[in-house]
C-alpha cells in the first residue's frame, strides 16, 4: 500500500517541477529591459546583443568590454563598423565610423565608389535608412559622351585607373536622366557642408542610420503597452508579459540548475527510499501492535491531558501564524522602502548623507552660484568626489527645473557630458542633485578668469577642446536635446583638458517632425540666439549661435561680453564685423602664434569662418551642429584646406550681416558644476 503512495507523490513533485520550469520563462524570450554596454552605457530596445537576438533589430557586439576606450561594432551584412554612440528611445539611431572608408578616402582611393553602403535586412520589426544625407553618384564610361544638364559636375580623377568618368549633383534625385541610365550607380553618405567638385571632400566615413520601426512595433509599444519581439521563426509578435531584468533572468537560471539536480537527485535515490519504506513500514506496524494495548488502557484523566496538549498545539501554531503575518508584512514593507531607492532611473540620496558629504554645505566648498541654486564640493563614504547642486527654493520652477535636469541626464550616456551619480527625492524638504566632480575649472576660468594663464591653453589644445564640444552637442540634437545655455562657463575641464557639458537645468526636448518649440527665451547674455529672442522659436540652430560665440572666445580669449573704456562690447558683433574685413590678427589672441606658425593661422582662420558662419542671425544660413562637428574634425586632423571654405560660402563673406545686443531676456540662470574658486579639494572631508 504505502509504495502506491511513494509513487503518487513523486509524480506529483515531478509534475510541479515542469509546472515551476514552464513559469520560470515566460514568452518575453528572457529580455532585459535594458542592458549595459560598456562605454554606451545602458542600452534598451531597439539595440540588443548578439547573444539575444529576438530581443531588438541592432546587435551591438563588444558590450562586454568595460574598458572607456573599448570598441563596440555591428556589422552590416559581412562589414564591420564602429559605434560611436547612440540616440535614444525617442530618436533610435547608431552613430556609425567607417574606418576602412577613412583610410581610402584619404588616399583618394578610387575604389572608395565601387559600392554602396550595405544595409541590415529589413525585419517584422523595423528597417533601417542612412541619414541625413546620401548622394547618388552615376559611373560611366570615360570613352563615351554624355548628354548631361549644366546641374550635375563630373569627376574624372578615376579615369586612368577604373576608366570611369562620375557623375553627380548637390540635389539629389531617386530617378537617373535618360542620358545616364547606361551607367551603373552607387549611393554613399555625404556631408553636403563641405560639397564641392571633388567626391572625396563630402563623402563622409561617420554616418548615421535611423532605425525606423514598423506599425506592428509602433502599434505594440504604443497602443498595447507591450514588446516588439520576434518569434522562432522570425515572425513578429507583440509580449504582454513585462519585460525581466537581468536578476531575474540569473536567478530564474539557478531555479533551472537546482531543479534539474533535485531530478537527478531523486532518481539515483529512488532505490534507496524505496528501500528504507519498506523497512519504515515493519517498524511502523510493530509500534502500532505494541501501542494498541496501551490505547486500550487509557484512562479519563490521560483523554484530558491529551485535549489540553491539543489547545496548547493550536494556540502555539496561532502564534506562529501570526509571527509569519508581520514578517511578510515587514517584508513588504521594506520591498516597497526599497523600491524608493530609485528615482528616474538614477540612485537617490537622503539629505543627511549629502549634508555629511558637504560638510553641511560648508561655504568654503562652494564652487559655483547662480540664480536657482549653489553647487558645492562634496565626498561620499564610497570615496567618490562628486559636486552637490542645492536649489534655492523648493518652489514649483524650482521642481520643475529639478525633474527636467533629472529626466533628461538619465536618457544621456557620452564621454563628453557631465554624468549624473543621483539625487534626493522629489518629496525631500530640499532638492539636491549630485554629479561627477570635475576638479580643473572651467573652460571660461581657462581662457579669462582667474586661471587664465599665458600659453596655458596652446590652440591645439583648443582645437580639441572645440571638437569634443561639438561632438557632445551633435549627440544631444542627434537624441532629441537642446541645451539652450551653451557658454564656457558651463564647459567643464578635467586635469587633460578634456571637456564635459554641463547644466541642462533649462534644456529641452524637442519633439519629431517640427521644425520649432515655441517658449519665452532663455540663456545667458551674449551667448542668446537673437533669432530665438525676437520670435520665440527655440531651434537646434539656437544651440549652434552659442557655440559659434565660444568659438570666437576660444580665438580671442575674450568673454562674450566684456567692457572698453566704459562701453560694454558684445564679442560676436566685434568678431563679425572683423572677419567681414579680415582683420584677423585684430581678433586672434596673440600668444597662440597666429603671426609666427602658418599652420596655426590657417586652422584658426579656417575656425573663425565656421564661428561666422554659426553667428548669422538668419538661422537657414547656419550650419547644423553635426555638420560643424565634422568640419572642426577635418580642421583638426589637417586635411581639410582652407580655400574650401571660401568656395562654399562664394561672395558670403561680403553679405551684410546684422547682430545685436538683447538689453534684457528670461534668464533661466543656473549654477554651473565647476570649481572656478576652489581649485583643489580640501585636505580633509
Known amino acids: 500500500m504505502v509504495l502506491p503512495v511513494y509513487f503518487f507523490f513523486f509524480f506529483f513533485f515531478s509534475l510541479l517541477a515542469d509546472h515551476m520550469l514552464v513559469l520560470s520563462s515566460d514568452s518575453s524570450g528572457e529580455c532585459p529591459p535594458s542592458f549595459h554596454c560598456g562605454n554606451l552605457g545602458n542600452l534598451s530596445f531597439p539595440y540588443t546583443t548578439p547573444q539575444r537576438n529576438h530581443c531588438g533589430m541592432l546587435p551591438i557586439h563588444g558590450c562586454e568590454d568595460e574598458h572607456p576606450n573599448g570598441q563596440k561594432t555591428v556589422y552590416f551584412g559581412k562589414e564591420q563598423f564602429q559605434v560611436t554612440g547612440v540616440g535614444n528611445m525617442f530618436n533610435p539611431a547608431v552613430f556609425i565610423r567607417d574606418t576602412d572608408l577613412q583610410k581610402r578616402l584619404e588616399k583618394d582611393d578610387c575604389d572608395v565608389l565601387c559600392c554602396n553602403i550595405t544595409l541590415p535586412t529589413s525585419s517584422p520589426l523595423g528597417y533601417f535608412a542612412i541619414g541625413p544625407t546620401i548622394i547618388t553618384m552615376y559611373k560611366c564610361n570615360s570613352s563615351l559622351y554624355y ?34 541610365a547606361t551607367c551603373s550607380r552607387v549611393q554613399l553618405p555625404v556631408n553636403m557642408m563641405t560639397f564641392s567638385p571633388d567626391p572625396f571632400t563630402f563623402i563622409a566615413s561617420d554616418f548615421t542610420v535611423n532605425v525606423k520601426l514598423s506599425d506592428d512595433c509602433i502599434r505594440c509599444s504604443d497602443d498595447n503597452m507591450g514588446l516588439c519581439r520576434l518569434n ?23 531555479v533551472r540548475a537546482w531543479m534539474l539536480a533535485f531530478r537527478i537527485g531523486f532518481g539515483l535515490g529512488l532505490g534507496l527510499l524505496i528501500l528504507a519504506l519498506v523497512l519504515i513500514i515493519r517498524l511502523y506496524k510493530q509500534k502500532q501492535s505494541a501501542l494498541s494495548d496501551v490505547r486500550l488502557r487509557s484512562t479519563n484523566k490521560q483523554k484530558h491531558r491529551s485535549l489540553k496538549s491539543q489547545n496548547q498545539s493550536r494556540s502555539i501554531e496561532s502564534d506562529n501564524t501570526h509571527s509569519r503575518s508581520n514578517e511578510h508584512h515587514n517584508t513588504h514593507s521594506n520591498a516597497i522602502q526599497e523600491s524608493r531607492n530609485i528615482y528616474f532611473g538614477v540612485p537617490v540620496f537622503s539629505y543627511e548623507e549629502l549634508e555629511e558629504a558637504t560638510n553641511k554645505f560648508d561655504q ?74 570635475i576638479s580643473n575649472g572651467t573652460l571660461g576660468c581657462h581662457l579669462h578668469g582667474n586661471l587664465a594663464k599665458q600659453g596655458s591653453l596652446p590652440w591645439s589644445v583648443r582645437m580639441r577642446i572645440a571638437t569634443e564640444t561639438a561632438n557632445a552637442l551633435s549627440y544631444l540634437h542627434a537624441c532629441g536635446v537642446i541645451h ?52 520665440c522659436q527655440l531651434t537646434e540652430k539656437s544651440d549652434v549661435y552659442s557655440f559659434g560665440v565660444v568659438l570666437i572666445e576660444l580665438i580671442s580669449s575674450k568673454p562674450a561680453i566684456f567692457m572698453r573704456a566704459t562701453d560694454k562690447i558684445n564679442l560676436a558683433n566685434m568678431a563679425v564685423k572683423k572677419i567681414q574685413r579680415s582683420a584677423f590678427s585684430e581678433l586672434v589672441d596673440p600668444s597662440l602664434g597666429f603671426e609666427s606658425d602658418d599652420k596655426v593661422r590657417e586652422m584658426i582662420m579656417s575656425v573663425a569662418k565656421l564661428a561666422f558662419r554659426c553667428v548669422q542671425r538668419d538661422v537657414e544660413l547656419r550650419p547644423s551642429m553635426g555638420e560643424v562637428m565634422e568640419f572642426l574634425q577635418k580642421i583638426e586632423n589637417g586635411n581639410y584646406d582652407i580655400k574650401h571654405l571660401e568656395f562654399l560660402g562664394a561672395g558670403f563673406l561680403n553679405r551684410e550681416i546684422y547682430t545685436f545686443l538683447p538689453t534684457s531676456i528670461h534668464r533661466d540662470e543656473d549654477a554651473s558644476l565647476n570649481n572656478s574658486e576652489l581649485q583643489h579639494p580640501p585636505p580633509t572631508v
Open 364 to 437: 568654503s566648498r562652494q564652487l559655483g552660484r547662480g540664480g536657482f541654486g549653489t553647487v558645492y564640493y562634496g565626498k561620499l563614504k564610497d570615496g567618490r568626489e562628486v559636486a552637490v547642486k542645492r536649489l534655492f527654493e523648493r518652489n514649483y520652477r524650482g521642481v520643475q527645473q529639478f525633474i527636467n535636469e533629472v529626466q533628461i541626464l538619465t536618457r544621456l550616456r557620452h564621454r563628453n557630458l557631465v554624468s549624473l551619480y543621483g539625487c534626493t527625492s522629489c518629496s525631500s524638504h530640499e532638492l539636491l542633485l549630485v554629479y561627477e566632480y
Open 147 to 180: 548628354n548631361v544638364s549644366s546641374q550635375f559636375l563630373n569627376y574624372t580623377g578615376c579615369a586612368k585607373s577604373n576608366h570611369e568618368t562620375i557623375f553627380f549633383r548637390s540635389q539629389d534625385q531617386d530617378h537617373p536622366p535618360p542620358s545616364l
Open 232 to 254: 522562432s521563426t522570425g515572425g513578429f509578435y507583440c509580449s504582454k508579459f513585462k519585460a525581466k531584468d537581468e536578476a531575474e533572468i540569473k536567478h530564474q537560471k539557478k
Open 484 to 535: 539652450r545655455d551653451v557658454k564656457s562657463s558651463n564647459l567643464l575641464l578635467d586635469h587633460h583638458f578634456c571637456v564635459k557639458v554641463a547644466d541642462f537645468g533649462i534644456s529641452r526636448l524637442f519633439p519629431k517632425l517640427v521644425s520649432h518649440v515655441s517658449t519665452c527665451p532663455a540663456g545667458s547674455p551674449g551667448y542668446l540666439d537673437p533669432e530665438y529672442y525676437q520670435f
